[in-house]
RNA sequence: GUCCUCGUAGUUCAACGGAUAGAACAAGAGCCUCCUAAGCUCUAGAUGUAGGUUCGAUUCCUGCCGAGGACACCA
């Protein structure tokens, strides 16, 4: 990557420069104003201070040593300095053009590289609770997840993704009680989710009146836990059903696991967990109950055996860093789980600590903020006002159905479904995507379903129109048997939006590998927007497709390479794009 | 009460401690006899508040104000 050869260069030059001090952490970074250049560098300004020089002379000095330096007119086409002490670079038509056909050459692999070569990230998204269904709040994490794990994947990582359901634990005790009292096996297999929402609503109803039944249901978790035949054989069911819906959703959506190891499966290692801990001393009793005290970390005590001798997700969690690290030996874990869960992860992660788990695995709560409802006040599954995930998915379909349908109502009927599909889907995802906040979402069918501005669709539209002029490219020029990118003249391209797309496009994998390090898929997402955003305008403004053969072929292979790369970067973040639409 | 996350245009979001704080939607003015108008061009509009650190703060630290969330036997 050419900010990484950049920093190379500079490191040395900065180096040979001044030997005589410690030379502070610099970086190159992408200057705000275009006018600026391509990188910007503030090495001169941190040395300022420690040289007792101004920072105008010191980037004079660097900028003279950088000219000088052999090789660097392939890779510079004009440095600049700046007030109050800006490097600024423009890099070479060279470099620029290599560049383009380096994407025409490895099209769907372009902007991907072996930075995570050897290394294994587990990531940890999803994980519904059995029999709940599952509402807009689990999108995040769903999306969020499978895009981070696109990203890893094309970085070289090896990727495990685990979609630790919560397939255990006192929801089920209310669950057995209520299905052994109202529930009809037929109807569940019908439609699960939904049949078994049902006996979890009427549980609480019922609950309300009779205060015994939270204890029944404690008995049948208790009796789950302790292998009651009966017991497990309807939570297995119980489960299968659910999984069933699930996967109808992940179907849909794309969403992939390589694992599905929900808390249940680490039954086995649970009292070995906490046995281990009050060996070691880092457990103890208190109030009946066994807890790790994390007074040193300013934590209130993690809780790791109740009263009863049950154990609970806090154990669970123990057990599955542990399994992650040994089973699985990840190098990196990351849960994407939202915001309200920061204080449980803390806990957990010190608890790992001192327990001498995941010691020399990076852990990382990939944290998000919730969706709201459109009162502004959390989700309430109990209250049932949440708004579900299927519904979300069939009204964004449906609604880019009308848009098909007004905007191109000549095409098949299945070509129309195929476009509502994948736009629908695109921008439901591409909504959460392209923010990286942690703030709240407040959940907007309006802002859902924009199809316009900043969205999935603009950069669908964007891929299908650079599809289209190929198309008439080639049949123009009856191209059809030939490559038509191949031997392109790109001195040709002299327009200065043609130069801003080629200045732009040399920065895929530096974005893809920003979002890696933040964790922020939205960095890709708005990488792409604004390579989109100036195609759009160079469309716009220069005729591409004309009767001079050299200079539309040269075009058209510019457009191949932003298409190319709008293609993958949606590919990232889970999103298809389409031919037409 | 303690802790976590967050306060940026009317709204939804951007901005590794850097240069003139960017977009989108909404508002207003234009652009289809011309490659897909799900598009383009132009106009107007913002860093909650008071300090501190720094050559430089939307960004880091502290106080205050405001929003949401989590806090021992649920997950």
Known sequence: MINKEIKEILDKIVGDLYQDIKIPDFVVEWPKQKDFGDYALNVAMVLAKELKKSPMEIAREIMEKIKAEKGSEDLFKN??????????????DKYLTENLNRILKRKCKSGSSEMGKGKTVVIDYSAPNIAKPMHVGHLRSTIIGQSLYNIYSFLGYKVIGDNHIGDWGTQFGKLIYAYKNWGDKKKISKSPIEEMTKLYVRFHKESEVNENLEELARKETKRLQDKNAENIKLWKFLVKESLKDYNKIYKTLNVKFDLVLGESSYDDMLSGIVNNGLEKKIASKSEGAIVIN?????????????????????TTDIATAKYREEKLKADKVLYVVANEQALH?????????????????????????????ESGKKFSTRKGDTV???????????FAGKAVEEKNPKLSRSEKKKIAKTVGIGAIKYNDLSQNRLTDITFDWDKMLSFEGNSAPYLQYTYARINSLIGKFKNLYKLDRINPFEKTNFD??????????????IKFPEAIENSARENGPHLVALYIYELASLYNSYYNSVQIVSDEKQITKARVTLSKSVSITIRNGLSLLGIDVLDRM
């Open 79 to 92: 440095i600049t300095i700046a007030n109050p002490g800006f490097i600024n670079f423009e890099i070479s």
């Open 294 to 314: 994390l007074d040193k970390y300013n934590l209130s005590p993690f809780l790791i055996q109740k009263t009863d001798g049950a154990f609970l997700y806090t």
């Open 345 to 373: 992860f803390q806990k957990l992660f010190a608890s790992s600590e001192l327990l001498g788990i995941c010691e020399n695995v990076e852990i990382d709560h990939i944290k998000f903020g919730m969706v709201l409802g």
């Open 388 to 398: 579900r995930l299927n519904d979300l998915i069939r009204r964004a379909i449906e």
């Open 492 to 505: 040709l391209l002299k327009e200065k939006e043609e130069i801003s797309l080629m200045r732009h496009l």
